[in-house]
């Protein structure tokens, strides 16, 4: 997931873009004479191996089409979003860019974005993905992009502890949780825990219990919304089985403190196994419990998205079209993206388990819901659902209080 809430930009300051850069063999190539030229953007320079994968896949496609010349910039994760901003409002969008699925609608809405709804009807591989990784490309009726990473949480939890509390498998329903929490909770550890921070990584956590609740945000402040706050609250305020610390963390802080030993359970994602794997415990992963709606969770991961300027859509489009086939890309983003599979030919296949955990999150998936079909203006909508949930957590609020002060927030801000 991309976790930076962000604005529109109204001046770009072009040499920013043109050279932030990370290390790792990110940096763009001379252009070679003769070929197409594409340009291309991503954030994937964070660790040796991801910068590893996506170099192997341009090297793989530019062997495979040796007319064409990739420049790959990779950009730092805290830069990357900004930086595609000002690419957008100065006009120099390259010429595909790895954009969180979320802010499809906001580069689709500043014109950045090719309109590739002509290619799409017919694309063989569409039918393949699941509904709601299809959708995240989507934008007003028209398709804006072209799957790729993607990722969602679920329900981690120490096997140990569990068997010491005499708790056999992990809850499926709220009720089943709230009541291992209680009894997973000591002075040595706290029963659950959850990123409840003032960033997207809170909105990231309460929007699963939104939605299992049987609300949305459409309909913020319904009552939904006040039982999805109530049940956060319980397990803070009430039962004391999550700590109070929650409403500072984040999800990396999250997995370290799960992978410590401090959580004995905790709402995450896939990105957390290195702190997780740091523990000396046995430790599984499960769908988030259900609500009265069911299961749910939210749908993270990047998308392809084409710059409307480029000069070359259908070489553009043929790149897309080739990192979208497992059968080119399943080792790299796979295992060297960490991705969790996100098709039906790929979502049980066992060659795409490149972790134990895989399976788990993989049965997660078909339940994942995208944040782009709030529209462009969701970096707003998610601060104003992070502020309603730290008011209730930190008891400035009372969950009926709260529901109703994001619902004068969030219905203006809906497309």
Not at 11 to 30: D, F, R
Not at 102 to 108: E, L
Not at 314 to 340: C, F, R, T
Request: aromatic fraction near 10%; charge should be negative; glycine fraction near 10%.
């Amino acid at each position: 997931m991309s976790r930076q809430p962000g604005m529109l930009i109204a001046a770009a300051v072009t040499a920013l873009i043109v050279t932030a850069c990370t290390g790792g063999g990110g940096g763009a190539k001379e252009p070679t004479s003769g070929k197409t030229t594409i340009t291309w953007w991503d954030y994937f320079g964070y660790s040796p191996d991801s910068d590893q994968a996506v170099n192997s896949l341009i090297k793989k496609y530019e062997d495979s089409h040796p007319d064409v010349d990739i420049q790959r910039t990779a950009i730092g994760f805290g830069d990357f979003r900004t930086k595609l901003i000002q690419a957008a409002a100065s006009g120099n969008f390259p010429d595909i860019a790895a954009i969180d699925n979320s802010d499809v609608p906001v580069f689709a809405t500043q014109g950045a974005l090719a309109d590739l709804t002509s290619k799409m009807t017919d694309w063989p591989q569409k039918t393949q993905y699941l509904d709601f990784v299809l959708k995240s490309v989507q934008y007003a009726g028209k398709y804006y992009g072209v799957p790729f990473r993607s990722n969602t949480t679920a329900l981690w939890y120490n096997k140990d502890m569990f068997q010491e509390a005499g708790i056999s498998s992990p809850p499926q329903t709220w009720q089943e949780l709230r009541v291992d929490a209680k009894k997973l909770t000591n002075d040595k550890h706290s029963g659950i825990c959850f990123s409840a921070a003032a960033t997207e990584e809170g909105t990231w956590t309460f929007l699963p219990a939104l939605w299992q609740a049987g609300g949305d945000v459409s309909k913020i402040g319904s009552q939904a919304t006040v039982e999805a706050l109530s049940y956060y609250n319980d397990l803070v305020n009430v039962d004391k089985s999550a700590p109070k610390s929650v409403l500072q963390w984040g999800q990396s802080d999250i997995g370290a403190q799960f992978g410590s030993g401090v959580c004995a359970m905790m709402f995450n994602g896939p990105w957390v196994l290195g702190s997780v794997e740091k523990g000396k415990f046995s430790w599984g992963v499960a769908p988030w419990p259900k609500g009265v709606a069911g299961t749910a969770s939210p749908l993270g991961g990047e998308v392809w998205g084409i710059s409307k300027k480029t000069a070359n859509l259908d070489a553009v489009w043929q790149l897309a079209d080739w990192l979208a086939n497992p059968a080119n890309s399943k080792e790299e983003i796979s295992k060297g993206l960490g991705s969790i599979p996100n098709r039906k030919d790929t979502l049980h296949d066992p060659a795409w388990v490149w972790h134990p955990m895989v399976k788990a999150f993989a049965d997660q998936m078909p339940d994942a819901r995208p944040r782009g079909l709030y529209g462009p203006k969701y970096a707003q909508i998610s601060e104003a659902v992070w502020t309603m949930e730290q008011q209730v957590l930190s008891g400035a609020k009372s969950p009926q209080d709260a529901a109703v002060e994001a619902q004068t927030k969030i219905l203006p801000l809906l497309s």
